[in-house]
């Protein structure tokens, strides 16, 4: 599972003042390095300065000052020879820190101190350092944790509700207005913006409805006295074919209107307890010879199940399928009944990816090898479903073919089908 928006900008907050505590930390460690050494060598410079002046007065040597002194470091020793006074840090395992002047005739005067590599107060102030980056680090990490978790709380708030908009609902107007803590930010602009989105799709899509309940409507008239007026003709060939066009444009009316009223979420269902191969069963026996649909081989996988569903309504999602199946795909065509699912197969060269992937759409049909259609018949089916409270999903069976999978709900607690059940409404839902 990917880090989420709140842990990226903790993290990245985290780092940032990490990166910042370890670099003013190294400048302070060196900082306070050079300072404790510049004071080592005033220090030693102060005491030198002491000691010649004893020397110079009495003639002895004081404060552990030495004359000619072998272990004179040799840098020291070529700034003494050319008649400067100096001092010096020297390191390896015992380092000290040395000062040194000329007192005449050829003689250094030198005097020196030990000079530990970690001093008590150098190494309080390292952990006093260490302390308080960490403590900088845990609370910008906690802040910044805070920060990001508002900014999550609204983008999973729009996230969330261009989803409900997806799946139907309409948006609330004035919903995107800024409130208390939301501000006029960037995450604000966005919300305006999927908002002003989703309202213009919501509008288009529900223009695009009622275009096709009104085309439908207006076309229901003319096509039922085309059916009448054919009769009429006297070639009995004329009026073959003009009922048969007629008959196939009443049809589109028919899922047309169908269509708008599944949209308008106007549909409701009668829920009723039944066995549901029995009631598989006889619908696939009335559909055969219908559409195209010829033999279809019915099993029955384990027990029989009661569902509580609209036996019509079921009918016209499985007819339309197996039409579907009849018409673009290749025998045998295979219903297999297991618990709640149905699952219709059949063996051709299986569902458009598209139509796998984002569900059927109305008025695209197959490609032309598979055959010709308005593509509302698959569009029908889930709409039904959707009334049922049920699942309609399409995809490819093993060993190829294309395979819908209906999972219908089960009976609720109650009495069984045939034991006085009453029928239900249930509402369709909305576009």
């Known amino acids: 599972m990917g880090m989420g928006i709140r842990g990226r900008i903790a993290l990245a907050i ?21 300072e404790r050494e510049q004071q080592a060598r005033a220090q030693q410079d102060g005491q030198l300065s002491s000691a010649l002046q004893l020397y110079q007065r009495e003639g002895q040597l004081s404060l552990g000052a030495q004359l000619d002194d072998a272990k004179l470091p040799a840098p020291l020793a070529k700034a003494v020879g050319q008649g400067r006074s100096g001092t010096y840090i020297s390191g390896g395992s015992d380092p000290r820190v040395w000062a040194a002047t000329g007192v005449g005739a050829g003689k250094v005067l030198s005097i020196q101190a030990p000079y530990p590599k970690r001093d008590p107060l150098q190494r309080a102030l390292d952990w006093a350092l260490l302390v308080a980056g960490a403590a900088t680090v845990g609370l910008m990490a906690v802040v910044g944790w805070f920060v990001a978790q508002g900014l999550s709380r609204r983008l999973r708030h729009s996230a969330a509700e261009a989803r409900r908009i997806a799946a139907g609902e309409t948006p609330v107007p004035g919903g995107s207005a800024p409130g208390p803590g939301r501000g006029r930010d960037e995450v604000a602009e966005l919300e305006h913006s999927v908002r002003a989105m989703a309202t213009a799709l919501a509008a ?54 169908e269509v708008s009223r599944l949209d308008a979420g106007v549909e409701s ?25 010829q033999d279809v081989a019915v099993e029955v996988v384990g027990e029989g199940r009661i569902v509580t569903t609209d036996a019509r309504r079921v009918e016209r999602i499985l007819v339309n399928v197996l039409a579907n199946a009849a018409k673009h795909g290749k025998p045998p065509i295979e219903v297999r009944v297991e618990g709640t699912r149905i699952v219709v197969r059949d063996h051709g060269s299986g569902y458009p990816p598209e139509l796998v ?41 093993e060993g190829g073919g294309a395979q819908a999978v209906l999972d219908l709900p089960e009976a609720e607690d109650g009495p069984a089908a045939g034991d006085g059940a009453q029928p239900r409404a249930v509402r369709a839902p909305g576009p």
């Open 14 to 34: 985290s780092s940032v003042t990490a990166l910042a505590v370890v670099v003013l930390g190294l400048a302070v460690h060196h900082i306070s390095g050079l």
């Open 204 to 257: 288009r899509v529900e223009a695009e409805r009622e275009f096709t309940a009104d085309v439908a409507h207006e076309l229901r008239t003319p096509v039922a006295g085309l059916v009448a007026s054919a009769e009429l003709l006297p070639h009995p060939r004329a009026v073959e074919m003009v009922q048969e066009r007629a008959q196939t444009l009443r049809a589109l009316v028919e899922d047309l209107l």
């Open 269 to 293: 269902a009668q829920l009723d307890a039944v066995e549901l191969p029995s009631l598989v069963r006889g619908i696939v026996k009335r559909a055969r010879g219908q559409r195209g649909v």
């Open 357 to 397: 992937s984002q569900g059927p759409r109305r008025f695209r049909t197959a490609a032309p090898e598979r055959g010709t259609g308005h593509g509302l018949g698959l569009t029908i089916a889930v709409g039904q479903a959707a009334v049922l409270g049920a699942r309609l999903e399409f995809g490819s069976a």
